[in-house]
């Protein structure tokens, strides 16, 4: 994903789980975190919970294969975007430009 969105000339930063995005997060500003829902560690749902606190405008888009009826609530409550795997990058980049 990470090359295919460089293509789009995105700027790119990756992190392997919840605690290590939440890190980045708290060192760099980011214009858009585009997160896995199931990540080792705290999911990205919980990931996201603890990054507005410090970042209440941050825009977080969620991805996932696979979401079950706890988790699809919270995304909700939260009203955040979220694409199902396998992405359709054009889709994506088309979402990530019309970000605010």
Known sequence: ????????NCVV???????SAIDRVNKKPYDLVLMDVKMPGINGIEAFKKM????????VMFTTAYVNDEMRAEIVKEDR??????????ALARMIKRMP
Not at 1 to 7: A, H, S
Not at 13 to 19: K, L, S
Not at 81 to 90: E, G, I, S, T
Request: proline share 9%.
């Open 81 to 90: 975007p979220v694409m199902c795997k396998p992405l359709d990058m054009n």
């Open 13 to 19: 930063d990756t992190a392997n789980n919840g605690t």
């Open 52 to 59: 507005k606190v410090s970042h209440p405008k941050l825009n």
């Open 1 to 8: 994903m990470k090359d295919i969105l460089q293509e789009y």
